[in-house]
């Protein structure tokens, strides 16, 4: 399997290519609380190829959000580095993470995340107004084209309230494709869908998959994670199985 080579840092720096998609050393995230210090992840190391489905699972308190969230750049690690597509994330500033994140990571949240006041289509094409990744005149469009892509191009000028729970889903999932990143991560996409709906979202997401792009899903449903391509155990901030690539 190949991937793209890029050898430069945000401030034109040399760095060392990666053999994997996303590629995680050493990670390390400590955070700070009244009560001591909590380890929330304990030295991750962790690669992920070009159109893998991988599934990460574990209990409560386990880590696997904030693996998570270190991969999308939500959250910052106390050391370690973490590389997407040879980009060393460890390294960048808040407003590069930013620019990165709209242009080379999906994100799929719990509870969808729309804007209320905004329609679904609007909400879809919030991405490529942040980025300016498309021309003016061409979102409407390709926003309606990702709708298509997920079912519900029916409901683009309705409120996010106006529509069923999946078809807010169905909608974070267009959002989060609106400037074709590479990677999609979503974090317990299905924990507020009932089963039916969540074996949707799943076809979705497999769908994607099969068309390129990389997915990397939280889940506390172990019949969900099992139908990935690999799946992650996390416990106690360590990878306990599923971490070696391939």
Known sequence: MQ?????????????????GL???RNLVKTYHTPAGDFPALRGID???????????????GSGKTTLINMITGIDRPTSGEIYI??????????????????????????FFQLLPTLSVVENVMIPMDFCSTYPLRERRDRAMHLLELVDIEGHADKLPSEVSGGQQQRAAIARALANDPPILAADEPTGNLDSKTSDAIFDVFQDLVDHGKTLLMV??????????????????????????HG
């Not at 991937?3 to 053999?19: C, I, Q």
């Not at 980009?87 to 808040?94: D, K």
């Open 3 to 19: 991937f793209r080579k890029r050898s430069f840092d945000p401030e034109g720096h040399t760095v060392e290519e990666s053999n």
């Open 22 to 24: 996303i590629d995680l």
């Open 46 to 60: 962790l690669k992920v190829g070009t159109g893998e489905f991988v599934s990460v699972v574990g209990k409560s």
């Open 85 to 110: 597509d040879n980009a060393p994330l460890h390294n960048m500033n808040e407003d590069q993470i930013a620019q990165w994140r709209g242009r080379t990571m999906g994100v799929v949240f719990q």
């Open 219 to 244: 889940t506390h449903d172990n019949d969900l994670a099992s139908r990935g391509s690999r799946q992650i155990v996390v416990s106690d901030g360590v990878i306990i199985s599923g971490q070696d």
